[in-house]
Structure formats: C-alpha cells, structure tokens
C-alpha cells in the first residue's frame, strides 16, 4: 500500500461517520411569516403616514385658502408641461373661481351653521352631563378644525 492510501484508510477509520441533518421545515415558514409580518407593518406605516400627510394638506388648504391657487398652478405646470404664462392663467383663473366659491360659501354658511347647531343641541340632549361636557368639546374641535368661519369679503 502507498502511503498515501493508508494515511486516508487510517483517517477514515478513526472519523465518525458523517450525518447530515435533515431541513427543518419550520425555518422556512417562520422566515416566509416573519417576511408577511415585515410587509404588513410596512404596509400599515406607509398607509398610516400617508394618511396623515393628506390629512395635513387638506386642513392646510382649508384653513389657509391663499396658498391654494399657487399649488395648483404650480402642480398643473408640472403635470401639464405649462409654460410661465399658461400658469400664470391657470393661478388667475383658480383665484377668481375660488373667490366665486367663497361667495357661495358665505351665502350658505348661515344655513350650515344652523344644521351644526341643531345637531349639536339634539346629541346633546341624549347625554348626561358628563357626557355632554366630552361632547361639546368633541363637536367644537371637529368643527374648529374642519369647518372654519367662512372667509371675509375682500
């Protein structure tokens, strides 16, 4: 026998046989589950700060109707390819519809209000006085922030 064969016919005798262990099946479900949890908790970030983002302009919108001709125009102009002067038209007419909308909205105001009140009022009458107090508070914010005082006549 040469010596390298019984280098390696001493070696193996002396080594335990060799056993691969099986594949664990649950590894790759909990790998396939934590992936799904990671993807869900993206998903529900992603929406919950999108939520907010568009909740942040509408009220910004709403309480500072000024800046909202620009942004449109400025929006458009990027959508649309608009030239300085297209966009500068685009703002003016914006602005006067806007003007005209807020006509509107003072005329109807009165009557909205009204309708606000008489909800508050007939809630309120359902509750206790604990309640009632939440309440009152509860409906003055949600109006505050969503339903400003129309706006003055220019």
């Known amino acids: ?29 909990r790998t396939l589950l934590l992936a799904i949890l990671i993807f869900v908790s993206g998903l529900i970030v992603g929406g919950g700060l999108t939520l907010i983002t568009v909740r942040h302009r509408a009220l910004r919108a709403i309480h500072h109707p000024d800046e909202v001709p620009p942004r449109i125009a400025a ?16 703002e003016q007419i914006v602005r006067k519809r806007q003007q005209a909308l807020q006509a509107i909205r003072r005329d109807v105001q009165p ?7 008489r909800v508050e009022s007939e809630i309120a009458a359902t509750l206790d006085d604990a309640q009632r107090e939440k309440w009152r508070a509860l409906f003055t914010n949600l109006r505050e922030t969503w339903i400003p005082p129309p706006p003055k006549q220019p």
Request: positive net charge.
């Open 75 to 90: 929006h458009l102009r990027w959508k649309l390819g608009l030239s300085d002067e297209q966009t500068r038209q685009v």
């Open 111 to 117: 009557r909205v209000t009204i309708e606000l009140d």
């Open 1 to 29: 026998m040469s010596t390298a064969s019984q280098t390696t016919a001493r070696d193996s005798t002396h080594l335990p046989p060799v056993t691969v262990p099986a594949a664990l099946p649950r590894r790759g479900w």
